[in-house]
């Protein structure tokens, strides 16, 4: 009987060592992982600020362009109408 509760506790305190060591490993997996998820979420950060940066540029040169344009006074078709004055 002595042996058979010698043997469980021995395996018991194994098991612990087992599940200490792969704690261990777990802790190390989910820090990697929260340190790709913090680059991944920079990476996306810094591509919504370009493409925001892209789109104001964007604005900017069609209103600067059409300031031209008025000043100018040229008229842009749709294709739909044409009185002579309008460029295609």
Sequence with gaps: ???VIGIVIGAVSISQVFLQINM???RGQV????????QAA????AL???NLTNTEQLVITAAKQEAIAQ???IRFSDGTE???TMVH
């Design 1 to 3: 009987m002595l042996i």
């Design 24 to 26: 261990k490993i777990l």
């Design 31 to 38: 820090t990697l992982l929260d340190s790709y998820n913090n």
């Design 42 to 45: 920079s990476a996306v950060h």
């Design 48 to 50: 919504s600020l370009s």
């Design 71 to 73: 000043h100018l006074g």
């Design 82 to 84: 044409d009185d002579g």
